[in-house]
């Protein structure tokens, strides 16, 4: 964290009183993700109630789907949480997104393949190419 700005924790406790005002939920604030993806998943918002998240293309094709179930929970947290914060999968959500994967972020580069929902995110880095994140709820 740079400089004296709070930490996400700090932020939502100052915001306790304030969420009923704010047009949006105050715990989608943005983070400033760590090299931990265990804790950067911490300071996500909750995916219960979330079945699924669609992927899809300009073409209005859905290109991928991440199903809440285990071992994919952390990417469905992620992708839904670059939802709320970006509205959509964009060069900057997709850079935000590789750092809130922290350590997995380096071996997806190290291993392509190994970490597709990693990789997707640099192909739209590399890209520019945006997709739509439609979150659906169970």
């Known amino acids: 964290m740079g400089g004296n700005a709070p930490s996400p924790h700090v932020r939502r406790s100052l915001l ?7 047009p ?7 983070i400033e ?11 996500l ?3 219960d109630g979330v079945a699924r998240i669609e992927l899809v ?10 199903e809440n179930a285990p071992g994919k929970q952390g990417s469905l947290k992620v992708y839904q949480y670059l939802q709320q914060e970006f ?28 970490h597709p929902n990693i990789d997707r995110l640099i192909d739209v ?8 994140i439609n979150v659906i709820a169970a």
């Open 16 to 22: 306790n009183g304030l969420e009923a005002k704010l």
């Open 24 to 30: 949006y939920p105050y715990e989608a604030l943005m």
């Open 33 to 43: 993700p760590g090299a931990d993806f265990k804790e950067n998943l911490g300071l």
């Open 45 to 47: 918002p909750a995916i």
């Open 57 to 66: 293309d300009g073409a209005g094709a859905v290109v991928a789907t991440i």
């Open 87 to 114: 509205g959509a999968l964009n060069v900057a959500a997709a850079e935000h997104g590789l750092l809130v994967f922290g350590e997995h972020t380096e071996d997806a580069c190290n291993n392509p393949g190994a």
């Open 125 to 132: 880095v590399s890209s520019g190419d945006a997709l739509t």
